[in-house]
C-alpha cells in the first residue's frame, strides 16, 4: 500500500506576507514607544521637556482639527517638491553628463566638491539678501542641496558603467540615442534610483533651514514658532510629522524603483 501523503502547508496570503514584512519595524517601533513613555514618566527629565506619546499625539490632534497641519504640511510640501524636482534634474543631468564625458567631469567635479561641503543653513542669510524672503530663495535653497547630493550617486553610477558595454553597442552601429536608453541609462538606473531617495531626504533637511531663514507658513517654521513659547508636544509633533513624511515618501520612490528598476537589489 501506498502511503498517503500529508497535505502541502498552506502558504500565508497577502495580507499575510506583508505583516511578516513589516513585524520587525512594527516590534522597532513598540519599543521605541514605550522606551519613550518610561523616560517621560521616570522623572529625570522636567514633564514640560519631555512630553509622553499620548500628550504628543493629543498636540498633533489638536494640529489637524485646527486646520495648521494642513497649512504647514501643504506649504512644506510645495516648497520641498518643487527644489527635489529642480535639483534633481539639474542634478540628474550633470551627473550623466560628467559620469560619460571625462574631460566635463575634469572641469565640473572640481567645483561641484567645492560646492558640496557648504550646507545650505550657511547660504540663507545670502539666498535671503539676493532673492528677499518669498518662496524662490526657498526653493532654489533646497534645489542646491538636491543637486549636490544627486550628482554624486548618479556621476559615480554612470562612470562605472563598463566601457567594454558602450562600445560594442557602438561597434555595432547603435547610435547615441540607442547607446543612452539601451545600455548606460539601465545600467545606471540603480544608481539614479538611490540618488533620488537620497536627494528627497537632503530635500527634507534643506527645508527645515529654509524656512528658518524666513517663512509665515511650514513644518519648520511651526517648529521654530512652538520652540518660543517651550511647546515641547507640539515641538515632538512637528518632529514626528517630518519622519513620518521622510519614511513616506522614501517608500514611495522605493516601490516605484522596484516596479521599473527591477534589476536592482533597493
Do not use: C, N
Not at 513589516?22 to 518610561?38: C, F, I, K, Q, T
Amino acid at each position: 500500500m501506498h502511503a498517503i501523503p500529508s497535505p502541502p502547508g498552506r502558504t500565508p496570503g497577502r495580507p499575510g506576507r506583508i505583516l511578516g514584512r513589516l513585524a520587525p519595524a512594527l516590534g522597532a517601533a513598540a519599543a521605541v514607544l514605550a522606551l519613550w513613555y518610561l523616560v517621560a514618566r521616570s522623572g529625570g527629565v522636567a514633564p514640560g521637556l519631555l512630553p509622553t506619546p499620548a500628550e504628543t499625539a493629543a498636540a498633533l490632534a489638536d494640529s489637524a482639527r485646527s486646520g495648521v497641519l494642513a497649512e504647514d504640511l501643504g506649504a512644506s510640501l510645495a516648497r520641498a517638491g518643487q527644489g527635489f524636482a529642480l535639483g534633481a534634474l539639474i542634478g540628474s543631468a550633470l551627473g550623466f553628463t560628467t559620469g560619460y564625458l571625462p574631460k566635463v567631469s575634469a572641469a565640473v567635479t572640481p567645483v561641484v566638491s567645492f560646492l558640496r561641503p557648504i550646507p545650505a543653513i550657511a547660504l540663507v542669510p545670502l539666498a535671503t539678501a539676493w532673492f528677499g524672503i518669498g518662496e524662490s530663495a526657498k526653493r532654489l535653497l533646497i534645489a542646491y542641496a538636491v543637486l549636490l547630493a544627486v550628482w554624486l550617486y548618479v556621476h559615480d553610477g554612470v562612470s562605472r558603467v563598463p566601457v567594454t558595454h558602450l562600445r560594442a553597442a557602438r561597434t555595432l552601429g547603435a547610435p547615441l540615442h540607442r547607446r543612452f536608453t539601451e545600455v548606460l541609462l539601465p545600467a545606471a538606473a540603480p544608481a539614479l534610483l538611490a540618488a533620488l531617495r537620497y536627494g528627497a531626504s537632503v530635500a527634507l533637511l534643506a527645508l527645515v533651514a529654509a524656512e528658518l531663514g524666513g517663512a509665515d507658513s511650514g513644518l519648520a517654521y511651526r517648529l521654530q514658532v512652538d520652540g518660543q513659547f517651550l511647546r515641547v508636544d507640539r515641538m515632538f509633533a512637528g518632529l514626528l510629522v517630518l519622519g513620518l513624511l521622510g519614511v513616506a515618501v522614501d517608500l514611495t520612490l522605493a516601490s516605484v524603483g522596484r516596479r521599473f528598476v527591477h534589476w536592482s537589489a533597493s
